[in-house]
């Protein structure tokens, strides 16, 4: 999938490459008031993310299969944690200006950059060997047939006591945080009155709390217990949306998000590592999409809600109120689910369903 993602975006470099001559300059974007649309470039870009989002899910889900094969159970979370810790200080520390230096040499540049990156990321993983189990799948006599290997796989996570209410907790989760997530970008603009460079600063939070997050999530896990991180995670996630809806100022919005993202990525080191550890090998790919499948379906929906909602109060209350009134939806939305949460997602219940498969 990474060699895929590589060649589709050498692809776009090549149709930016051609095009070069019709798009705008750097300097000209900010006066630009009229941009005629490039519908060659449009109609690629449409296609090209479509196949990206399909290589996407396959490409983590299958990072996510493998990483058992070469960690030990008892350090799953400290790997997925550096993990995702060097996700986010490379998608919001590095990429982000890097790309901006690039992109200011030649509109088409980054895109060869960027696959090259693909390149060298499929041949790192081509050089891995498995170090606790293999990586080679279970041997099956005659044609795969993906609806019952679908099938199965929901079977087996719909009949488990833990990772079934875990997997619906998550969606609605998503849900939720798509919800103000839609209109993120207008209530920076329009509340929050930021600047182009204090917006980038503001994007800025998410890294640094799922830098820190990724690092001390283990030990917070460990330190407190599984099922008590995850209820600090589940409750600092809509109090923070309960307070943005009422801050006016960028900076406390940045201490917010800080704290939101920590929580995330605290949420997400616990209940990785967890399903990691508690699927069977040889239905972990399966049962892990389907798990996906409910984590990541719910978000176009919680998505096209949030903008619903504020294209339908905005008449009614006005945009701000709009605006906020998002996340003052979501975070009510977001406690009602904390209080399910911790009554099904404990210790007990957790230190219960690892001892099972002991």
Partial sequence: MDTVRGLLTIAVGIFVYLERESLPSLNELS??????????????????????????????????????????????????????????????????????????????????????TFFLAAALIAGMKPTVKSFDPEVKSGPINFRVEIKEGFSWLWSHALLRPMAIILGLLNAIASFSAAVYILFAQEVLNTTVFIFAVLGTAAAVGGILGGLLGPKISEKIGSGRSLAIALFVM??????????????????????????????????????????????????????????????PIGTLLGGGVVFTLEGLIGREMAFRSVYFIGATLGFILFVYAIRVLTTEAIDKARASIL
């Fill in 238 to 299: 809509p109090l923070g949306a309960l307070l943005i809806g009422f801050a006016s100022q960028w900076y406390v919005v940045w201490a917010l998000i800080f704290f939101q993202t920590f929580a995330g990525v605290l949420w997400n080191v616990v209940t990785v590592s967890l399903r990691q550890s508690l699927i069977p090998t040889n239905l972990l790919g399966r049962v892990n999409s389907v798990y996906r499948f409910f984590a990541w379906g719910t978000i």
């Fill in 31 to 116: 006066s630009l008031t009229n941009l005629e649309t490039n519908y060659t470039l449009y109609f690629v870009i449409l296609f090209t993310a479509f196949l990206f989002g399909l290589a996407e899910v396959l490409r983590d889900n299958c990072a996510q299969t493998l990483m058992p094969a070469v960690v030990e159970d008892k350090d799953l979370e400290k790997a997925n944690g550096r993990m995702w810790s060097a996700e986010s200080l490379t998608n919001s520390f590095i990429g982000p200006p890097l790309g901006s230096f690039i992109i200011a040499i030649a509109i088409f540049l980054p895109f060869f950059v960027d696959a090259l």
